[in-house]
């Protein structure tokens, strides 16, 4: 099972190891419009073959998957052109940066055999694994959902004016929101997006905001997005909100927290101590061997596992791979919040 990847730039790294993890899967060829930087990582990764020219790569080389790492203007011209040959195909996210080319790669799927997924893999990491069979076996299920994605302020694109990530719809905050959007759909399925709110970023001119809160709701569901380039350190974590449960999920440490409601004060206080102290050892415990074994290549990134469950065509960790019809939905939602981003207060 030969495959290709397209942009060589930093999240190709998560691919490459991610296929290595795939039985039968071997990386033959990668292409970048960059000659040097293909040449680079095809030394790094003894990959065979490079490209500069993806319709050349595809016709010359005997793919099956494609895996496409390249910036998101760019992600739907390279699904059409895998579709129509007949690749399966992997995009990073976001799949697109309007609906309306969405529509046109949907178009090209229906005269092809091949499929496609996008890249979602916050939904494979263990601790939102962990927070969702907890939430499970109390019986429940989450009202509210509240992600917070909040990157250092050294973040690379900060710092570079001319970062492709700037010219999105939306700014960068583009490049960030489908993440946030398919953990809440997991959970909640879809809902409408009710408002965004913005703080303004006045230490860099190339960047109108520097946090974005989105507001998302549907009937009795609700939901919040808070993304932040200001932030003193990386962080992401979700917070889920059952009738009497809260778990919050970091998806940076790996750690699960459980609070619970109770009427009774005073036991509340001690078995809330009991349980998490409990949790915290179960996280440590977690923790120490995972880090150990991520390092010697044994246990699978959450790209992995997420690239493994679009493969195998079966779910990985309770969770399943994006089929185009969810990225289809998903890029509506994104495109709703952009628009308001670039809408507001004009």
Known sequence: MNV?????????????KAWRKVESAKVTAVCDIDEERAREVARRWNVPSRYTDLETMIRRENLTYLSICSPPRNHVDAACSALGAGLNVVVEKPLAVTSKEVDRLIAVSQHSTAKLTVISNFLFKSALTRARRILASKNESPLSVEIHFLKHRDYHPLNDAS???????????????????????SFLGDLDVAGVCLDRFPSREWMRYERVVAFLGATEKRASIHASFDSPRYATYVDLYGPKNAIRADLGTGDVYLFRDSEKRGASKAWDGIRQATMSL?????????AFSFHLGITDSSHALNIKSFVEGQPSHGSRALTLQDAYKLTQIQEDITTRIDQYER
């Open 282 to 290: 179960q996280n440590m415990s977690r923790l120490v061997p995972d």
């Open 4 to 16: 290709g990847l397209v942009g060589c730039g930093q999240i190709a790294e998560a691919h490459l």
């Open 163 to 185: 970062h492709w990530s700037h010219k999105l719809p939306g700014g960068i905050f583009s490049e960030l929101l489908f993440h946030p959007l398919y953990i809440i759909r």
